[in-house]
């Protein structure tokens, strides 16, 4: 069975300036109708060199609470870094086809890893305009490299220090939203798994597209991540809920997009809101970004740290295991 990638999808549709039908979104999900125009939200952005350290706590707990959203700068991977990681991911996508499909994910097969593009189409049978690639960078012993592409040739490396140099930002981050929940520094980390916290990096490929006002690229959801840390390219594309209405966040180069997933909110009992986001595409130019999903072991049980619990504010999340989480979620069963 040939699976049909929307970047070949893309190719043909340029020509024709027309996208099939399945891609063409119901009215009330389309952005061009369902975007507010003319205003570029100001997501909280938030300087991680600050030395005060209280007022960094205040302000990502602020946004953690009302956006579960937000941006990170100054936070010391170098921009050389981040670069070469878009420049490894754009180069895998540019291969030909037969390339890509070395990696594919095999079909039948259960896992999030490999090369691929979402085959269960959603409700009304409509998919979006986007191609991706999965697969863990951390710890060692969660790597398959059988998902990585070996071509171009410096793409493990680069990849690798990408993880190394995520560690501390993401160590910082989980810290800082400890401390906002007035607890020590290490027990969010230590709620999603301690040193054994997965990261799963993800590349999205959305090409262009003749009809954008039309169509979505990932569609509307929260992350199921704890975290997830997003590098974009310059292409605008993502956009937040907020209050009602779709709103695009703004693009600034070099800076980390920070979204709360399910698992923070969670862990801390509904405080911190994991956001619920969405993609738009562009008609001329291929969007890229690079989300590292930072996600408890599957085995591992999240639930209300109970330290946050009390009889005045009791649980409002199930204690489960987290692969337990993504089975219910991905099949849309209750949790
Ligand atoms: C995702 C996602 C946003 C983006 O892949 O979960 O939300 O900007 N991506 O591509
Ligand atoms: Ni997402």
């Given amino acids: 069975m040939e699976i049909e990638r929307v970047q070949e999808i893309a190719t043909l549709s340029t020509l024709k300036g027309t996208i099939p039908s399945e891609f063409i979104r119901l009215e009330n999900e389309q952005p061009a109708t369902t975007t507010v125009h003319g205003v570029v939200l100001e997501v ?76 269960q189409k959603e409700i009304e049978g409509k998919k979006g305009w986007v191609d991706h690639l999965f697969h863990r960078v951390w710890p060692p012993s969660a790597i ?62 959305y090409p262009p597209c003749p009809c954008p006002e039309l169509a979505l690229g990932v569609v509307p959801h929260t992350d199921m991540s704890s975290i997830t840390i997003l590098v974009p390219n310059e292409v605008q594309g993502l956009q937040v809920f907020k209050d009602g209405h779709w709103y695009d966040v703004a693009y600034i180069p070099n800076a980390l997009i920070i979204h709360i997933g399910d698992q923070i909110e969670i862990l801390s009992n509904g405080k911190y809101k994991s956001v619920y986001h969405r993609t738009t595409v562009n008609k001329d130019k291929t969007r890229m970004s690079w989300p590292m999903f930072l996600e408890p072991p599957p085995e591992f049980e999240v639930g209300p740290i109970p330290k946050l619990i009390s009889q005045d504010n009791p649980a409002k999340y199930k204690t489960k295991k987290y692969k337990d989480y993504v089975h219910c979620k991905l099949n849309k069963l209750p949790q």
């Fill in 44 to 119: 909280p952005v938030i300087d991680l060199s600050n030395p005060d350290h209280q007022s960094l706590v205040a302000s990502i707990s602020e946004a953690s609470k009302n956006w579960g959203l937000f941006q990170v700068v100054n936070h010391g991977i170098p921009s050389e870094l981040i670069s070469e990681l878009q420049k490894v991911g754009r180069e895998f996508f540019e291969l030909p086809q037969e390339e890509k499909e070395k990696i594919a994910k095999p079909i039948g097969y259960e896992g999030v890893e490999g090369y691929g593009t979402k085959l």
């Fill in 144 to 205: 398959n490299y059988h998902f990585w592409p070996k071509n171009p040739p410096s793409y493990r490396e680069i990849n690798e220090q990408y993880a190394q140099s995520l560690i501390p930002v993401a160590d910082k981050l989980l810290g800082l939203l400890s401390r906002g929940l007035g607890l020590e520094d290490g027990e969010v980390k230590q709620g999603l798994g301690g040193e054994d916290l997965i990261y799963m990096l993800k590349i999205n490929y």
